[in-house]
T-cell receptor, first 112, second 113 residues
Framework: EDKVVQSPLSLVVHEGDTVTLNCSYE??????LLWYKQEKKAPTFLFML????IEKKSGRLSSILDKKELSSILNITATQTGDSAIYLC????????????FGKGTKLTVNP | NAGVTQTPKFQVLKTGQSMTLQCAQD?????MSWYRQDPGMGLRLIHY???????DQGEVPNGYNVSRSTTEDFPLRLLSAAPSQTSVYFC????????????FGQGTRLTVV
């Protein structure tokens, strides 16, 4: 059975801290790993990682995939209160029944 | 820019009632899907469609039906609502397959009493 596990499930930090969110996956016919940020409503796309070892960056956020370890990390540097959200990781299974398998998410709270 | 539109935003049903959650997208996306999100459970796939006329079951399909008569619309039907279906429902779409960014609707909060 496909599964994606995120850790920690929740995290509370102060503004300016750096955080690392973890995601491990066991997905049949794995194709890509995707990160989403969910604030109050709809998840919004952050990154899609397909190749191992290549870091993707967007401002203070960065992410990298390790296919050997079946894992990915999402780093956020110099956190701000606006980074408070649930961060979702999803593994994409390719093939006849292509599906995204989501983890339970990491709830990040950034206090001023 | 409408993107993915879900209606209604909130709904309260009595056990046994039926209803349809609407989802429409104006981006000409082929792939559409329905998820439910429960506390501590993440997003779980209910049904998905890779194009008009084609649907398939996801992880938790029981109690739900879907159809895809047009590219734009992908309604989710609850045949006989149960309290276990109390959840937040999200519709998502992406261009041709999931290896591109998926766009989510704003969600429907459904309560079954």
């Amino acid at each position: 059975e496909d599964k994606v596990v995120q850790s920690p499930l929740s995290l509370v930090v102060h503004e300016g801290d750096t955080v690392t969110l973890n995601c491990s996956y066991e997905v049949t016919n794995f194709r890509s790993l995707l990160w989403y940020k969910q604030e109050k409503k709809a998840p919004t796309f952050l990154f899609m990682l397909t190749s191992s070892g290549i870091e993707k960056k967007s401002g203070r956020l960065s992410s990298i995939l390790d296919k050997k370890e079946l894992s990915s990390i999402l780093n956020i540097t110099a956190t701000q209160t606006g980074d408070s959200a649930i961060y979702l990781c999803a593994g994409l299974r390719q093939g006849g029944s292509e599906k995204l398998v989501f983890g339970k998410g990491t709830k990040l709270t950034v206090n001023p | 820019n409408a993107g993915v539109t879900q209606t209604p935003k909130f709904q309260v049903l009595k056990t046994g009632q039926s209803m349809t959650l609407q989802c429409a997208q104006d981006m000409n996306h082929e792939y559409m899907s329905w998820y439910r999100q429960d506390p501590g459970m993440g997003l779980r796939l209910i049904h998905y469609s890779v194009g008009a006329g084609i649907t398939d079951q996801g992880e938790v399909p029981n109690g739900y039906n879907v159809s895809r008569s047009t590219t734009e619309d992908f309604p989710l039907r609850l045949l006989s609502a149960a309290p276990s279906q109390t959840s937040v429902y999200f519709c998502a779409s992406s261009y041709t397959d999931l290896n591109t960014e998926a766009f989510f609707g704003q969600g429907t909060r459904l309560t079954v009493v």
